[in-house]
T-cell receptor, first 115, second 112 residues
Framework: AQSVTQLGSHVSVSEGALVLLRCNYS??????LFWYVQYPNQGLQLLLK??????LVKGINGFEAEFKKSESSFHLTDPSALMSDAAEYFC?????????????FGKGITLSVRP | DTGVSQNPRHKITKRGQNVTFRCDPI?????LYWYRQTLGQGPEFLTY????????KSRLLSDRFSAERPKGSFSTLEIQRTEQGDSAMYLC??????????FGQGTRLTVV
């Protein structure tokens, strides 16, 4: 079974500062990993994904994440926060190696950006 | 294609009433998923379809919940005899068999 742990529920940074959102996962098979962003009263938008190959993955809006198998981690970073980055961020794992590809999500992290 | 569409966006119902939500996936996507998201939590998987076949149901999906995808296109999620604990955002997503899921904007259910 898959699980995702997102440490902390809220991160606050200043505009222009580095953003680091942590995600650790547990999976019984090689994982496919995702970061989604959710703005208030909206659905989820895919930021980036890792399936196979290069472990550093670049996504939209300047975000990137690195898959580290040894640490079971897939932390999300943004080198320079924008006010528009304020949202909730979810890490998810999918068992695409198996017969289904449902997603198991973490609890999410709310990112606030201070002017 | 305008993406995954969910209707209604908001639903307020009295406890004990039945409600039905609709999801229209991206047209070429053969997989369709339902998730439930409560306040402060990540989405939780409920069920998914490949074409018209319902392939998996979570234990979260009690007997009061039923989902259908009759022609492999749109899907409906019905909740019978709603309870206050059913209040949540219900999210639909669709994908190709090997692709990432694209989510709709959700239906927010409030049971009063």
């Amino acid at each position: 079974a898959q699980s995702v742990t997102q440490l902390g529920s809220h991160v606050s940074v200043s505009e222009g500062a580095l953003v680091l959102l942590r995600c650790n996962y547990s999976s019984s098979v090689p994982p496919y990993l995702f970061w989604y962003v959710q703005y208030p009263n909206q659905g989820l938008q895919l930021l980036l994904k890792y399936t196979t190959g290069a472990t550093l993955v670049k996504g939209i809006n300047g975000f990137e994440a690195e898959f580290k198998k040894s640490e079971s981690s897939f932390h999300l970073t943004d080198p320079s926060a924008l006010m528009s980055d304020a949202a909730e961020y979810f890490c998810a794992v999918s068992d695409l190696a198996g017969a289904n590809s449902k997603l198991t999500f973490g609890k999410g992290i709310t990112l606030s950006v201070r002017p | 294609d305008t993406g995954v569409s969910q209707n209604p966006r908001h639903k307020i119902t009295k406890r004990g009433q039945n409600v039905t939500f609709r999801c229209d996936p991206i047209s070429e996507h053969n997989r369709l998923y339902w998730y439930r998201q409560t306040l402060g939590q990540g989405p939780e998987f409920l069920t998914y379809f490949q074409n018209e076949a319902q392939l998996e149901k979570s234990r979260l999906l009690s007997d009061r919940f039923s989902a259908e995808r009759p022609k492999g296109s749109f899907s409906t999620l019905e909740i019978q005899r709603t309870e206050q604990g059913d209040s949540a955002m219900y999210l639909c997503a669709s994908s190709l068999v090997t692709g990432e899921a694209f989510f709709g904007q959700g239906t927010r259910l409030t049971v009063v």
